[in-house]
């Protein structure tokens, strides 16, 4: 029988088939072969003995958090306990575009900021709008209608607000929800593990947060390309192959001096491309 693994707890694979869950462990095979099956995945399952069997061919993966087959990433962003990061930001908007899945970009606490703030946070929201982005905050009613028959993944820091936000589309989920800790404005892992969940017609995964994440796997003309932005101007540069850096004629430098692309999208591009990471 073919069903999907909707959540793992260590070595436990909670399979479900139609309306029927099964518990099932992993055959010894994908050990061997270096292969995990990870949540998402749609698997041949013997039923008798409560075994994964197959792992059906995946659409597409990511490793943090690790899903597969997945149709959009809501990539929940705090604003304030965590403070906005930016940089965390770009980092997860770089990886997902690499693995081709459509980023979203949800803000959360906006109420806990004052004017001046929440002017500067809706400049940036209205940023990532413009250059082709879903942009919502975590009280629009609108975001409840972009999960029906898709597989979300939610992103995002520790204590970012995911799980609540999960909480708020279907009250009748009780997520646990952590309290940030306030010496070091990050929550303590409240989610531990990664499940997908039935909300609103389609599958949502909530997922444990992290602070750091990195671009491994990434060369520099890959996350060059993950800046989706900047192929508007890029027939500026002089040279086709531009890394909009040390070059002299580049429509991406003039377009960040005349404010076109946001300053801190350009700063973040510069780090990822020197370091890979911070
Ligand atoms: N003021 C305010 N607090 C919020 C908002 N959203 C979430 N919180 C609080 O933020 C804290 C962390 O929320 P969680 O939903 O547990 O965060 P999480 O992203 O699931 O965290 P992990 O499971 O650790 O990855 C909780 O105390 C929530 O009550 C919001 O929009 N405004
Ligand atoms: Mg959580
Ligand atoms: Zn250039």
């Known amino acids: 029988m073919i069903g999907k693994i909707i959540k793992q707890i260590s070595n436990d694979y909670t399979v479900k088939v139609n309306d029927k869950i099964y518990i099932c462990k992993a055959r010894g095979k994908f050990r061997n072969q270096g292969v995990n099956p990870l949540v998402g995945d749609n698997v041949v399952i013997d039923t008798q003995?409560?075994?994964i069997l197959e792992i059906l061919k995946r659409k597409n993966e990511l490793e943090r958090p690790s899903v597969a087959n997945i149709d959009q990433v809501l990539i929940v962003t705090s604003v304030k306990i965590p403070n906005f990061s930016s940089n965390l930001l770009d980092k997860l908007i770089t990886i997902i575009e690499f693995n081709n899945v459509k980023p979203v970009i949800c803000f959360t606490?906006?109420?806990?900021?004052?004017?001046?703030?929440?002017?500067?946070?809706?400049?940036?929201m209205d940023y990532y709008k413009k250059i082709g982005y879903e942009v919502y905050a975590n009280t629009d009613s609108n975001l409840k209608d972009i999960f029906k028959d898709k597989v979300t993944v939610f992103a995002g820091q520790s204590g970012s607000g995911k799980s609540s936000l999960l909480n708020r589309l279907d009250?009748?989920?009780?997520?646990?929800?952590g309290e940030v800790s306030t010496a070091l404005g990050r929550g303590k892992h409240t989610t531990r593990h990664t499940e997908l969940l039935e909300v609103l017609g389609g599958l949502i995964a909530d997922t444990p947060g992290f602070s750091s994440i990195d671009l491994k796997n990434m060369n520099i003309s890959d996350i060059r390309d993950s800046f989706i932005e900047f192929d508007k101007y890029k027939d500026d540069c002089e040279y086709r192959?531009?890394?909009?850096?040390?070059?002299?004629?580049?429509?991406?430098?003039?377009?960040?001096?005349?404010?076109?692309?946001l300053k801190s999208r350009y700063e973040n591009y510069l780090k990822f491309i020197e370091k890979g990471d911070l």
Do not use: A, F, P, R
């Open 109 to 124: 606490k906006l109420d806990l900021l004052n004017n001046v703030e929440l002017n500067n946070i809706k400049n940036i």
């Open 171 to 177: 009250s009748s989920l009780n997520l646990e929800i």
């Open 241 to 261: 192959d531009c890394m909009h850096k040390d070059e002299l004629k580049c429509g991406i430098k003039e377009n960040v001096k005349n404010s076109n692309i």
């Open 49 to 51: 003995n409560n075994y």
